[in-house]
């Protein structure tokens, strides 16, 4: 089974400064995906990040990047430079790469990230 | 702007109406999700299809009846609703069932009185 774990249920952090938010996920399968997800309060939920288990590299997107440390389990966000329209709840995922379970995405608690001017 | 598209955005329905949620996506993609959100909650998985096949049902209870036409339309078919089935209905779609990022419609907001 899979486990995701987000920590934090609220974040705070000032314009144009970095913040990082954690995930930290539990799985057997050797082949996996993480990813993040926004989601404001009008309710949508906007992709944010890909990050394969395989991957040697770290993804970036824009301001966002994923601290992938594969023996920690871990898949924090970081979010360069923040801004206003930062400020949401964040979701952290995990989808199994085969098996019965492929399709499913299981999600983290969420972060509720406040940006302040 | 996204571009799964899902209609209505706000649908307050009593307990014996039967109403329809449809969501659509022109990406090509050939596996579709419906979920269910409650307030400060994650979503939660019902229905996958792949291939215009259903492949997981959640154990959603019945009165939720999923069908997908084709390729690129998704309905969520709902009858003799509960007050606790008022929530965020959010549909998503991938290119597969793989570790492929799911792209979500803006939801639709479902009260049931």
Not at chain 1, 3 to 31: H, N, R, W
Not at chain 1, 41 to 59: H, P, R, T, V, W
Not at chain 2, 75 to 100: I, V
């Amino acid at each position: 089974a899979q486990k995701i774990t987000q920590t934090q249920p609220g974040m705070f952090v000032q314009e144009k400064e970095a913040v990082t938010l954690d995930c930290t996920y539990d799985t057997s399968d050797p082949s996996y995906g993480l990813f993040w997800y926004k989601q404001p309060s009008s309710g949508e939920m906007i992709f944010l990040i890909y990050q394969g288990s395989y991957d040697q590299q770290n993804a970036t997107e824009g301001r966002y990047s994923l601290n992938f440390q594969k023996a920690r389990k871990s898949a924090n966000l970081v979010i360069s430079a923040s801004q206003l329209g930062d400020s949401a709840m964040y979701f952290c995922a995990n989808s199994p790469g085969r098996g019965s379970t492929l399709g499913r995405l299981y999600f983290g608690r969420g972060t509720q990230l406040t940006v302040w001017p | 702007d996204t571009e799964v598209t899902q209609t209505p955005k706000h649908l307050v329905m009593g307990m014996t109406n039967k109403k329809s949620l449809k969501c659509e996506q022109h990406m090509g993609h050939r596996a579709m999700y419906w979920y269910k959100q409650k307030a400060k909650k994650p979503p939660e998985l019902m229905f996958v299809y792949s291939y215009e096949k259903l492949s997981i049902n959640e154990s959603v209870p019945s009165r939720f009846s999923p069908e997908c036409p084709n390729s690129s339309l998704l309905n969520l078919h709902l009858h003799a609703l509960q007050p606790e089935d008022s929530a965020l209905y959010l549909c998503a779609s991938s290119r597969g069932t793989g570790n492929q990022p799911q792209h979500f419609g803006d939801g639709t907001r479902l009260s049931i009185l």
